[in-house]
């Protein structure tokens, strides 16, 4: 992902939890939880003051668990999936809106599930978390777009990465979507390449 934006001639800011990666010259890391939401607008006032506008947030964040059916779901589970899968991208995109509307440009990017519209047994946590991320995609274009700011949501299947091959151990990973895959995507919504579109839920399914 980052490789990406960067060979595209972008200004990176990322935000991480525990030790900061190793990272190309010039980007700005920030540690960060930014399910919290004073957390997640010094991350983008600190973005602000170094490049002097932010162009585009991509709400990378997310994360996956199950428990069984929803009466077997405990409410920490909830709690945490909303936390990670939802509340991390409304704050930033709370604290990254006003500039971009005074800017009257920004996009935003949102990373979604096909689950959100077919669920399957068993992830009422994790996908209730992302039916409410496409919601607040949708709510932000309902309330920027005029103003300049679009909203998308990039939607995945199944991503080639170690957890899922480890988890799929049988499975015909060519059709997968892979990471680079993605972040071709997701750069290009970030881009004014896309310009026209905004309000999308976008299927990047590869071949699963």
């Known amino acids: 992902m980052l ?3 960067v060979e595209q001639g972008w200004q990176v ?3 991480h939890r525990g030790d900061a990666p190793d990272l190309p010259a010039g980007i700005l890391a920030m540690e960060a939880d930014i399910s919290d939401p004073e957390q997640a607008q010094g991350v ?3 973005a602000l003051e170094r490049f002097g506008s ?4 991509a709400n990378i964040a997310g994360g996956f668990a199950m428990a069984g059916l929803l009466e077997e779901t405990p409410a920490e589970l909830l709690r945490s999936q909303m936390a990670v899968n939802l509340e991390t991208a409304f704050w930033m995109t709370r ?3 006003p500039s971009m509307k005074a800017a009257a440009a920004g996009s935003i990017v949102y990373i979604g599930t096909a689950a959100a519209t077919a669920p399957f047994p068993g992830g009422s946590a994790y996908i209730l978390s992302k039916i409410a991320l496409r919601g607040l995609m949708q709510i932000v274009n309902a309330e920027a777009r005029t103003a300049g700011v679009r909203a ?3 939607v995945v299947k199944i991503v080639d ?3 899922n091959r480890a988890e799929n151990p049988d499975a015909d990973v060519s059709r997968w979507t892979t990471g680079a895959e ?3 995507v997701i750069e290009w919504l970030a881009s004014d390449a896309s310009a026209p579109l905004s309000g999308g839920s976008i299927p990047a399914y590869g071949r699963a």
């Open 3 to 5: 490789d990406r934006f």
């Open 54 to 57: 932010v162009q585009a947030l």
């Open 182 to 184: 993605l972040a071709e």
């Open 161 to 163: 990465t170690p957890r």
């Open 95 to 97: 604290a990254v809106l």
């Open 44 to 46: 983008v006032d600190a």
């Open 13 to 15: 800011a990322i935000c």
């Open 152 to 154: 998308n949501e990039l």
